[in-house]
T-cell receptor
Framework: EAGVVQSPRYKIIEKKQPVAFWCNPI?????LYWYRQNLGQGPELLIR????????DSQLPKDRFSAERLKGVDSTLKIQPAELGDSAVYLC???????????????FGPGTRLTVL | AQKVTQAQTEISVVEKEDVTLDCVYE???????LFWYKQPPSGELVFLIR??????QNEISGRYSWNFQKSTSSFNFTITASQVVDSAVYFC?????????????FGAGTRLFVKA
């Protein structure tokens, strides 16, 4: 069974440019997460989807970040415009569970390492 | 408020040594879940174990064992007879009920170096 797929793996952009990350979760997983992981830190949740609905986006900087999960499968995370402080690894994860979960184990993709110059 | 503390930033051991990674958590809820994940150099976090707050039974899986103690709010992870392949960053995580469902937060991680 294929795992969580993310692309691109690496991205280097100049500040103020837009950037987008794509995630394809494990087939059948209804919950999808986007995390940001800064160097030497644990992942921090940006947004959690249950099917098509964003049920927790309290940590998403909405002035520059946006996300969508059309049809409840693939998801895209966008930053526009990017700032120097956005340099980090952006991780996508998925899980299967009842509504209101993120108490089940999560399966992570390899991440996208973003460098903003 | 939710909080996970992994006080050990880095640990270095020689192969075949036993090593324990500490995790202390804070939560207001009586229902919560605790996790350990491994992040090898490739970057993907790999799930190791989940424990719910009502199950304090310790668990052993091969060379891995976990000690959950609610009295001290700790969920420690021990690797017995460590191997070079165990070198990775290990994260402890806590999931508790929040607006919109359970929310998971991760500790800062402990980087384990196992030398041959």
């Amino acid at each position: 069974e294929a795992g969580v797929v993310q692309s691109p793996r690496y991205k280097i952009i100049e500040k103020k440019q837009p950037v987008a990350f794509w995630c394809n979760p494990i087939s059948g997983h209804n919950t999808l997460y986007w995390y940001r992981q800064n160097l030497g830190q644990g992942p921090e949740l940006l947004i959690r989807y249950e099917n098509e609905e964003a049920v927790d986006d309290s940590q998403l900087p909405k002035d520059r970040f946006s996300a969508e999960r059309l049809k409840g499968v693939d998801s895209t995370l966008k930053i526009q415009p990017a700032e120097l402080g956005d340099s980090a690894v952006y991780l996508c994860a998925s899980s299967f569970g009842l509504a209101g979960g993120s108490y089940n184990e999560q399966f992570f993709g390899p991440g996208t390492r973003l460098t903003v110059l | 408020a939710q909080k996970v503390t992994q006080a050990q930033t880095e640990i270095s051991v020689v192969e075949k040594e036993d090593v324990t990674l500490d995790c202390v958590y804070e939560t207001r809820d009586t229902t919560y879940y605790l996790f350990w994940y491994k992040q090898p150099p490739s970057g993907e976090l790999v799930f190791l174990i989940r424990r719910n707050s009502f199950d304090e039974q310790n668990e052993i899986s091969g060379r891995y064992s976990w000690n959950f103690q609610k009295s001290t709010s700790s969920f420690n992870f021990t690797i017995t007879a460590s191997q070079v392949v165990d070198s990775a960053v290990y994260f402890c995580a806590l999931s508790e009920a929040n607006t919109g469902g359970f929310k998971t937060i991760f500790g800062a991680g402990t980087r384990l170096f196992v030398k041959a």
